[in-house]
């Protein structure tokens, strides 16, 4: 029996599926954008899908029409005003798309559900819409935790060389990228970076560790500090408070003797407690690698 595919509900269903996989990149890469442009990229994903009413492509046209409307959507979300967050932001989609095909592919092996259309990499259900909303936020969920799991492992097993430069003083650590680390100024809207006091304070004098610690107001006659303190809110799941920043004269980071980033669009701010259980002096900021360099 030939199964029969409604447009309404091809369109519907790979507007919801292409709108959570670009909101999954949103969150897994720490990008902000406008939900209008999520909306157009997952419109312009959607209305690809149509290639289903196709006669069927062999693998590799399948492929490159992938791609391309991987690329087109992907632009159309983000723009590309970075070339390199822009190719970031393409495999991370790409990457989403082959894990939720993946799922879907398990669930047809399982189950063989009714109403299930697979054509050129297009997935169609002949389901109500409920169950549609349900089952496409369930899914992103299982995304975004894989997602967040495989990024953790990848970022924990590489770790940096950084300097930070203030009034001619510098200290070289190690650094860790931490992606829950999405602290920013919100005056510049430089990413915040966050040191072991151990690790920073070779920079001041005591007096100029014990402001930075303190939980006061920025006051306007703190010598080297002064005009380059920012009070940095936080929050996680346990504590809620926050924390001085200073700004350097510049941050490197280096990994295998490489120079990876050099900028000055930077906050610093001294941890709370130690974290020498990471073996690191610096938890990084996903966001300083996207910072204007020098």
């Known amino acids: 029996m030939k199964q029969v595919v409604y447009v309404d509900i ?5 507007l919801l599926v292409n709108y959570f996989l670009l909101l999954s990149c949103t969150k897994l890469l720490k990008t902000q954008t406008k939900r209008l ?6 419109t312009a994903g959607s209305a690809a899908s149509l290639v289903i009413f196709l ?3 062999n693998f590799f046209g399948g492929i490159a029409f992938k791609l391309t409307t991987a690329l087109a959507i992907v632009y159309i979300s983000f723009g590309m005003k970075n070339f390199k967050k822009f190719v970031k932001l393409f495999f991370a989609f790409i ?6 095909a993946g799922s879907m592919m398990a669930l047809w092996m399982a189950f063989k559900p009714g109403g299930m259309v697979i054509n050129n990499n297009v997935v169609y259900f002949d389901i109500s819409v409920p169950v549609l909303i349900v089952s496409t936020v369930v899914c992103y969920g299982f995304v975004i935790t894989i997602s967040r799991i495989v990024a953790r492992r990848s970022s ?3 770790k940096y060389t950084v300097t930070i430069v203030f009034d001619t003083l510098s200290v070289v650590g190690s650094g860790y990228l931490d992606t829950g680390n999405s602290l920013t100024d919100c005056f510049s809207g430089f990413p915040v970076i966050i040191a072991n006091k151990k690790f920073v304070e070779k920079l001041f004098f005591a007096s100029e560790i014990t ?13 080297r500090l002064k005009n380059r303190v920012r009070i940095i809110p936080f929050g996680t799941i346990k504590e809620q408070g926050i924390l001085k920043a200073f700004k350097p004269d510049f941050v490197t980071i280096e990994k295998d003797h490489k120079l990876v980033c050099k900028t000055n669009e930077v ?16 938890l990084l900021n ?7 360099e020098m």
């Open 10 to 14: 091809l369109l519907t269903t790979n």
């Open 37 to 42: 442009r999520l909306f157009l990229g997952a």
């Open 156 to 158: 924990s097993e590489v």
């Open 55 to 57: 006669p069927e492509m």
């Open 211 to 223: 402001y930075l610690q303190e939980k006061t107001a920025v006051s306007e006659n703190e010598g």
């Open 286 to 292: 996903p966001k300083i690698f996207e910072s204007k």
């Open 95 to 100: 990457a989403a798309n082959f894990i939720f």
């Open 267 to 282: 906050y610093v701010a001294i941890g709370i407690r130690n974290f020498d259980s990471l073996d690191c002096d610096v």
